[in-house]
């Protein structure tokens, strides 16, 4: 390393690991079902919000990654766009999104995987399942980089492992059973098609910014993060469009659920190695098709797992820099001097997934797939809300920081900075309003329809029900972000701003005090 090279920190997060932290980030192996339920027309939608949405949210944040590389990202972005009682009260959106949706959707997902491939778990067995696959990713958070580092590696490897033997079967399933007929029409977007779809498929391509949650631990997150994003970005694109195509082509339509789709198409094509599908429907696995599937199921329980933790790296990293800085108490925003962790957000964290799981397994009454709608809804909407400012944050750093060095840099001026920011800041209000209320807009402009039809599965006839489900949080989410900024107001009476003077370890802007 030459003497110009900026100093790195111990353990330091390097290209590959922050990409693989991405992959993790990203490709969500809980939500394939979600899309793939809706048909082609899925396939559709999510090649045109890839285009509308995802490439401008990647551009968007390798400029902004790469110009403020601070530890806690979006906050810091927030912050220095909006002012800190603003940003405290996005982070904690932010934040809170992570530990619902470990606790919800990506806990009853793994439990469901886990009923379909090994064995029933009644009763009591469910909660300590939960338990177990909470604590596994508390666990692997509370680790140093170190050893953190290696958790998100094999869950990209994971991924990529799934995947790929599932579209291989694939292939060998299609050359002995053939393909579900899909014709050109099926593949024809509609706006209530949007409506059902542009809140997951946004859920499914929201991860860019995590690896700059931690850039503290980053060794050059200036060159990184852009390089990470591209490579990342393209092979989460491809990662989900085949699987979720694959699913299409070996389920009838009518057999594709949200919570389940792929878990069943894993199911069927892994018939090709030993078992048969019945008249009914029904799949029985025997032999090497019945191992491989185990192995199969043993890997995306670890993708949901890498899939949570990811995330927890990066938001609660995020949320501890929120405190150190006098958004919430200085006691939250303590890291460990030992592992370089935010240990005690990582026990608050750990304790509301714990929470989240036990009222899932309890209140659902048995519906799984009813308490998977409203946690996913619930941790989507979270994310969206928080992503509104993050992203209204680039324009504004655009005008407040021009001279800030950017290592990339949106082409196309003035023009380009403003079309990426109304392109993805529009994508999440639009996801926003459409989750707090399915089947908006459908029976207006010669649309047809009854908004009523689009509630979620589980939630049939009961919108009041389910918009409660997702307002009530976001009321608490609020309230509990002005409990944290009150229980700050001590520690920022002892900080003294001062200018943005320049940062001698990353060439970039920070507030010093």
């Excluded at 968007?60 to 806690?72: C, M, R």
């Excluded at 370089?340 to 309890?362: D, E, F, K, W, Y």
């Excluded at 001279?403 to 990426?420: E, H, K, L, M």
Aim: charged letters at 10%.
């Amino acid at each position: 390393m030459s003497s110009a090279d900026p100093p790195q920190p111990p353990f330091a997060l390097r290209r590959f690991d922050a990409m693989a932290m991405l992959l993790c980030a990203i490709v969500g192996l809980d939500t394939l079902g979600s899309v793939a339920a809706h048909g082609p027309e899925g396939l559709v939608w999510m090649a045109v919000l890839g285009l509308l949405y995802f490439a401008p949210y990647g551009l968007l944040i390798a400029e902004l990654g790469s110009a403020f590389p601070q530890e806690g990202g979006p906050y810091v972005w927030t912050k220095l766009a909006f002012g800190r009682f603003t940003a405290g009260i996005n982070q904690v959106f932010y934040w809170i999104s992570n530990p619902v949706w470990l606790g919800g959707a990506l806990c009853v997902t793994a439990i469901t995987t886990f009923e379909s491939f090994f064995l029933p778990l009644p009763g009591g067995w469910k909660y300590l399942a939960g338990a177990v696959f909470i604590g596994a990713a508390g666990l692997t958070v509370h680790a140093s980089v170190r050893y953190g580092r290696w958790v998100t590696i094999a869950g990209a490897v994971a991924r990529i492992v799934l995947l790929g033997f599932f579209v291989v079967s694939l292939v060998l399933y299609a050359m002995r059973h053939g393909v579900q007929p899909l014709s050109v029409g099926d593949y024809t977007p509609t706006y209530v098609g949007l409506v059902a779809l542009a809140p997951v498929i946004a859920f499914n391509y929201m991860g860019f910014e995590v690896p700059s949650a931690a850039a503290g631990e980053m060794a050059d997150p200036k060159r990184d993060v852009p390089a990470a994003l591209l490579r990342g970005g393209l092979l989460s694109a491809l990662l989900y469009g085949v699987p979720i195509f694959g699913t299409l082509l070996v389920l009838p339509g009518d057999q594709v659920g949200s919570l389940t789709g792929f878990i069943d198409a894993c199911r069927a094509v892994f018939t090709v190695y030993g078992g048969h599908i019945g008249a009914d429907g029904t799949v029985v696995l025997t032999g090497a098709g019945s191992v491989l599937a185990m192995v199969a199921a043993a890997g995306l329980i670890i993708g949901l797992l890498t899939s949570g933790t990811a995330w927890a790296m990066g938001v609660s990293r995020a949320q501890a820099v929120a405190c150190a800085d006098g958004a919430g108490p200085r006691w939250l925003g303590t890291v460990s001097a030992r592992r370089g962790t935010p240990t005690r957000v990582n026990l608050v964290s750990t304790a509301i997934a714990a929470l989240v799981m036990v009222a899932s397994l309890a209140l659902s009454g048995g519906d799984a797939q009813k308490y998977f709608t409203a946690g996913i809804g619930l941790a989507i909407s979270a994310t969206a809300i928080s992503y509104l400012l993050t992203f209204s944050s680039f324009i504004v750093l655009r005008r407040k920081y021009p001279d800030v060095s950017r290592p990339y840099r949106i082409p196309g001026g003035r023009v380009g900075a403003w079309t990426v920011t109304v392109l993805t800041v529009g994508t999440m209000l639009f996801a926003v309003v459409a989750l707090i209320w399915p089947g908006l807009g459908v029976g207006w402009f010669g649309t047809s329809g009854d908004p009523a039809d689009y509630l979620p599965t589980g939630f049939e006839g009961q919108r009041a029900a389910y918009t409660a489900s997702q307002l009530v949080p976001v009321a608490l989410i609020v309230s509990l972000g002005c409990l944290l900024h009150a229980l700050g107001a001590r520690h920022r009476r002892t900080i003294t701003s001062t200018p943005l003077t320049a940062h001698p370890d990353r060439g970039a802007f920070v507030e010093t005090h």
